[in-house]
């Protein structure tokens, strides 16, 4: 990052936002701070030293023309990180369809969405910009009881690998961070909550630890930076090596 670019960051109310926002202003950038949050709680998770550098804002990514009125009416943007997101766990046989679609609508339209406009804005303004989406290591590895998640994490990188080929042209780059499991956000409350994922989640890391929300944050500014400006369409595991890992059917039955 180059100081005083200026980033979009979506989910900046929730952990991994939060470590991604800190490391862009870390780095002397300002930071449009998204969530569906009011603007105290987003604003309430950062130091008073870095507020001022923060603009915080409430909206339901949902809301196509709230996204297209922020980024249009906003200052310039270098750099959009799409990474709010909701999870929730149902046997596949119990899916609710009204929680398919928000599950879907959350994850990865709101994500198109964000992205087209993003897309426009820096196609307008000439500008070389960064677009880099959270997905999952889950994204290409089915898990139990989340198929809605992995489902939408999946079509992510396809929206991203669509994107970065039409996009190219332009100078755009996007690229997904996909991360393992993360001891904080949606799978830490899964950790604390729910004892078969946290027994399933406790056996698949081959580095044997789970992941800090820095240590995803560290990735998205790598993909943001000059170091990342020959990388376009692509999915950035950074998850400990849990791909790696084989299932068993022990698992899948909780032994
Ligand atoms: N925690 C993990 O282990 C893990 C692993 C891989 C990927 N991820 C991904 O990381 C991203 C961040 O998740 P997290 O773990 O920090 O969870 P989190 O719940 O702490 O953060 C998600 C944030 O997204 C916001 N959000 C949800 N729906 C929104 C909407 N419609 N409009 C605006 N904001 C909305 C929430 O309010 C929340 O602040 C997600 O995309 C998630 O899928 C998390």
């Not at 698949?204 to 943001?224: H, I, S, Y």
Request: aromatic share 6%.
């Amino acid at each position: 990052m180059v100081q005083s670019q200026h980033v979009l960051v979506t989910g900046a109310g929730g952990d991994i936002g939060t470590a991604i926002v800190e490391e862009f202003l870390n780095d002397g950038a300002t930071v449009t701070a998204v969530d569906i949050k009011s603007e105290g709680e987003i604003l309430s998770r950062y130091s008073k030293a870095h507020q001022s550098k923060i603009r915080p804002v409430c909206l339901d990514l949902c809301d196509r023309d709230a996204v297209n009125d922020l980024i249009h009416s906003g200052a310039p943007l270098d750099a959009v990180v799409g990474n709010a997101g909701v999870g929730g766990t149902s046997p596949f046989v119990d899916i609710d369809v009204a929680f398919w679609q928000r599950t879907l609508d959350v994850n990865l339209t709101a994500n198109f969405n964000l992205g087209q406009v993003a897309a426009k804005h820096f196609i307008k303004n000439k500008t070389a910009g960064r677009i880099v989406f959270t997905g999952s290591w889950v994204g290409s590895v089915p898990w139990p009881e989340i198929t809605a998640y992995t489902v939408s994490k999946a079509g992510l990188e396809m929206l991203a690998k669509q994107m970065a080929r039409e996009l190219a042209v332009h100078g755009v780059r996007v690229n997904v961070v996909a991360p393992g499991i993360v001891r904080a956000g949606l799978a830490g409350e899964l950790l604390k909550t729910d004892p078969v994922y946290a027994k399933r989640a406790g056996r698949v890391v081959p580095l044997g630890e789970f992941q800090t929300p820095k240590q995803v944050a560290d990735v998205v500014k790598f993909l943001c930076s000059p170091a990342g400006e020959y990388i376009t369409g692509t999915v950035l595991l950074a998850d400990g090596g849990c791909s790696l890992f084989q299932f068993d059917s022990a698992l899948d039955a909780n032994k």
